[in-house]
């Protein structure tokens, strides 16, 4: 997904929270929930490029036989 699509998507995210019939409190509950789950896909997304990019590193060179 690239950068602008991400920045698109969290803008209409806080959007729809900020045209929601609740309360200041349930707003910020809810903004602070997005926050988070928007860390922990970055953290997910980083630990699986860090992967990715280990597993060259452990791969052996083939034996013929």
Same mark, same amino acid.
């Given at each position: =997904?690239?950068k602008d699509n991400?920045k698109t =998507?969290a803008?209409? @995210? &806080?959007a729809? @929270?900020?045209?929601?019939? =609740?309360s200041?409190?349930?707003?910020? $509950?809810?903004?602070?929930? $997005? !926050? $988070?789950a928007e860390? #922990?896909? !970055?953290a $997910? #997304?980083?630990v699986?490029? +860090?992967?990715?990019g280990?597993?060259t &590193? #452990?791969? +052996?060179p083939s @034996?013929?036989?």
């Amino acid at each position: =997904m690239s950068k602008d699509n991400q920045k698109t =998507m969290a803008s209409d @995210i &806080y959007a729809l @929270i900020r045209r929601a019939q =609740m309360s200041d409190r349930e707003r910020q $509950v809810a903004v602070d929930a $997005v !926050r $988070v789950a928007e860390a #922990f896909a !970055r953290a $997910v #997304f980083w630990v699986r490029e +860090k992967a990715a990019g280990l597993g060259t &590193y #452990f791969l +052996k060179p083939s @034996i013929k036989h």
